[in-house]
């Protein structure tokens, strides 16, 4: 056989074993490739232990101040590596327990609304007809509302507390993620293995839970990686104004508040919360660029 020969039948060997992969495989497999995306999910990961580790490590607590050091810019010899904010509490550990509590709003408010979104979104996609319809227009009646009053209005009226956050803003923004995923539902529901399915006896809810959600995923994810840094600037801004989570709790929003109060004087404390919050938030977005395109099935071979 001659090289040229060979070459051409190792190609070929090596096209069909990447044509055999599973979607999710050689979606894995192209996520790699994309420095961008690799660099998002390596940040994150950074992020996710130092905001863990990181109040372990400290001599501090967040709670408590230094009653020597007030205001007190960076430094290694006084043990503040961030400074201090106006009453003497340790900026690093507050940073690193407002990251513990941003992430915590994004992640599970994020689950709040996908739980919701994707299935009434399903439900609403594969029965069709005057069901969608009434669905889909109390889906448009809810947009319609302004998103920050209606978030405000649910913690006025059930409180502040921070597992409420998680519900206030995550019963919101199920809204997105319940037209993206009708939309691929409607796309889905007279595909050939649907049919099969209906076929063998399978009920309208199997069908739902065992075809439709599983073939929506890659969708979903793609989706839930850009929701989180939005739940989390909306958690932001919330404590921005004031109505987010409560002393002696703090997040990332609530220091940037505090910070921007004393710019003039100490202006570590809105820079060190800012620059983790604006990480972070760059990071997810570069890792759900190169989850779409990953999983974008027009891009594989």
Not at 121 to 140: E, K, Q, S, T
Not at 204 to 222: D, K, S, W, Y
Not at 247 to 267: I, K
Request: one cysteine or more; hydrophobic letters at 55%.
């Amino acid at each position: 056989m001659s090289e040229s020969t060979r070459d051409a039948f190792e190609q070929a060997l090596d096209t069909r074993e990447i044509r055999g992969r599973s979607l999710y495989v050689d979606a894995w497999h192209r996520l790699l490739k994309n420095k961008a995306a690799v660099a998002g999910l390596v940040v994150l990961a950074i992020m996710v232990v130092l905001v863990l580790v990181g109040p372990l490590l400290s001599q501090w607590d967040h709670e408590i101040p230094d009653w020597e050091h007030y205001s007190t810019p960076p430094s290694l010899e006084t043990g503040h590596v961030f400074g201090t904010d106006a009453i003497g509490r340790d900026l690093f550990v507050r940073t690193m327990i407002g990251g513990q509590v941003s992430l915590l709003v994004g992640l599970l408010a994020t689950l709040v609304s996908l739980v919701i979104g994707v299935t009434y979104g399903a439900v609403a996609g594969y029965l069709g007809g005057r069901a969608d319809n009434v669905m889909m227009r109390f889906v448009d009646a809810v947009y319609a509302m302004p998103f920050m009053f209606f978030v405000i209005l649910l913690m006025v009226v059930f409180g502040r507390n921070i597992f409420l956050i998680f519900i206030a803003i995550g019963a919101i923004n199920w809204l997105d993620m319940a037209r993206i995923v009708r939309g691929q539902t409607l796309s889905l529901k007279n595909k050939d293995f649907v049919e099969a399915a209906r076929a063998c006896g399978a009920t309208e809810a199997q069908i739902i839970r065992r075809h439709i959600i599983p073939n929506l995923l890659g969708v979903v994810i793609v989706y839930v990686t850009l929701t989180i840094p939005q739940v989390i600037l909306v958690e932001s801004f919330l404590s921005f104004l004031g109505l987010g989570v409560q002393e002696p709790l703090t997040s990332w929003g609530a220091l940037v508040n505090e910070g921007a109060q004393e710019l003039e004087t100490a202006p570590w404390s809105l820079m060190f919360p800012a620059a983790f919050l604006a990480v972070t938030l760059f990071a997810f977005n570069f890792l759900g660029d190169g989850l779409r395109d990953a999983l974008d099935p027009k891009d594989r071979l």
